[in-house]
């Protein structure tokens, strides 16, 4: 998934060299889901940069206000796609307590005479609006509706606190595990208790979001007058982006006085108000023209796969140094949770079964996928080639590289066939403390789904 901001200015545009790099339209983002999706977010002067992103006419589009505040609709009116007869647009805003003015009836004010010469139901293209309600965030007509699907995407709401009520947007994509929060026109200071609960929790659940997009238009030393204005503060975005877990913490809606440089200083300013709080997240100012990957956290199941290639990585590059008289002995921990590999010397293998040690205190190296990419309790291998790690094992390791020098042809080839098969998705393991599905004279892989001949045996007694 990934974000395009078309605009991140608040309250008005503004133009001039000074602008140059953060940009002056204002507020208008598009969700690209990696299955095509489009949504965007609010139709403020920066919806027309999104234009080259939106597909022919035929492509569906959907449409997410915040609110009616004139900085987050005025690029509607003249947005092309309003105007397409095949293109079929679905536009959600909220709607009050009074359940006046809805979604419709607010951009039909906003949308004819004397304000704008073609009115709304006339524009031409496939419209339909939907209502969601400010007051507690529910679907209007579909009560019961959890989130609004989207191809792939699913997408939920939250409302904030702004004068005249306000929405904040998460879309998440299941398939890649990866989510955004977009909360512009937020006052964090002026939430009650319950609200600022419901937003965490919003942020949080279905999973906690990997990315948040938060209103900073002030700084904290700014507030203090504005209260009441409907906008938070850098270190409220920072403590509540922190306290979240998002992996990526940004903000969005610069007020118009606030030029490059003082932007630059305030995005410096973020990243260290983050890691005050503890926190390694990528922080970011959103600037028009920005296009944000967004990626969720990795599965624990890639996790333990990826850390295992790895190690088993390293001793294909050992063997091709000339210690082919290493051998590995993979298996499952008893919980069954963690990838165990021992690495040691054919010596120490037994004669009837090619992956089985004779003894586990001699010259041995454990890896366990408990460790993650802390391989062998290694603190500075993180992100290592398997060239690097086979240079570290032979350091770290003098008597076991010593003992597995020289060749083993046989087993070098049946090596290769494990990384093949490690490549296609799978885990060898020669033993299973937790389950008895493994044969003697069969390495079964993690899954059953393929199996390999067991290694040539070993040379213990
Ligand atoms: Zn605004
Ligand atoms: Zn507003």
């Not at 391989?375 to 500075?380: K, L, R, T, V």
Request: net charge negative; with cysteine.
């Amino acid at each position: 998934m990934k974000v395009i901001f078309g605009g991140v200015r608040g309250s008005g545009p503004v133009t001039g060299a000074q602008y140059a790099v953060y940009g002056g339209e204002t507020t208008s983002v598009l969700v690209l889901g990696d299955s095509g999706e489009r949504i965007v977010i609010d139709a403020g002067t920066g919806l027309n940069n999104l234009l080259p992103h939106l597909g022919d006419s035929t492509d569906p589009l959907v449409m997410l206000l915040t609110h009616y505040h004139l900085d987050h609709v005025m690029g509607l009116p003249a947005f092309k796609p309003l105007y397409q007869r095949e293109r079929s647009i679905k536009i959600v805003g909220k709607i009050p307590a009074s359940g006046r003015p809805d979604t419709w009836q607010a951009l039909t004010t906003l949308m004819d005479e004397p304000y704008w010469p073609v009115s709304l139901k006339d524009a031409g293209s496939m419209l339909v609006t939907c209502n969601v309600s400010a007051r507690d965030g529910s679907w209007l007509g579909d009560i019961n509706r959890e989130f609004l699907g989207v191809g792939q995407l699913e997408v939920r709401v939250c409302p904030v606190a702004h004068p005249g009520g306000c929405l904040a947007w998460r879309i998440d994509e299941p398939a890649t595990g990866s989510s955004v929060v977009f909360a512009t026109d937020m006052e964090w200071s002026a939430a009650s208790a319950e609200q600022r609960k419901d937003f965490q929790s919003f942020c949080s659940k279905p999973k906690p979001v990997s990315t948040l997009i938060m209103d900073g238009h002030f700084s904290g030393d700014e507030l203090t007058p504005r209260t009441g204005w409907g906008h938070s503060t850098l270190k409220e975005v920072a403590a509540v982006g922190v306290e979240v877990g998002a992996s990526q913490i940004g903000v969005t809606h610069h007020a118009p006085e606030n030029d490059d440089e003082t932007l630059g200083e305030r995005s410096t300013r973020l990243t260290a108000l983050v890691r005050e709080l503890g926190s390694d997240a990528k922080t970011f100012f959103a600037r028009q023209g920005q296009e944000l990957e967004i990626t969720g956290a990795e599965n624990p199941e890639d996790e333990t796969h990826r850390n295992a290639t790895a190690v088993l990585l390293m001793v294909a590059e050992l063997h091709r140094m000339g210690y082919q008289r290493l051998r590995i002995t993979p298996g499952m921990s008893p919980s069954g949770m963690y990838w165990r590999c021992g690495v040691t010397n054919v010596e120490n293998i037994m004669a009837d079964h090619g992956a089985l040690v004779m003894d586990e205190s001699a010259d041995m190296a454990t890896y366990s996928s408990g460790a993650g990419d802390r391989f062998f309790g290694w603190d500075d291998a993180r992100g290592n080639s398997p060239q690097d790690l086979a240079r570290k094992f032979v350091e770290r390791f003098p008597v076991i590289a010593r003992l597995g020098r020289g060749d083993d042809e046989d087993y070098a080839l049946w090596y290769d066939d494990v990384v093949k098969l490690t490549q296609t998705g799978d885990l060898p393991y020669a033993y299973s403390d937790w389950s008895d599905d493994s044969q003697e004279g069969i390495l079964p892989t993690v899954g059953g789904t393929s199996q390999l001949v067991m290694p040539p045996g070993g040379e213990g007694a």
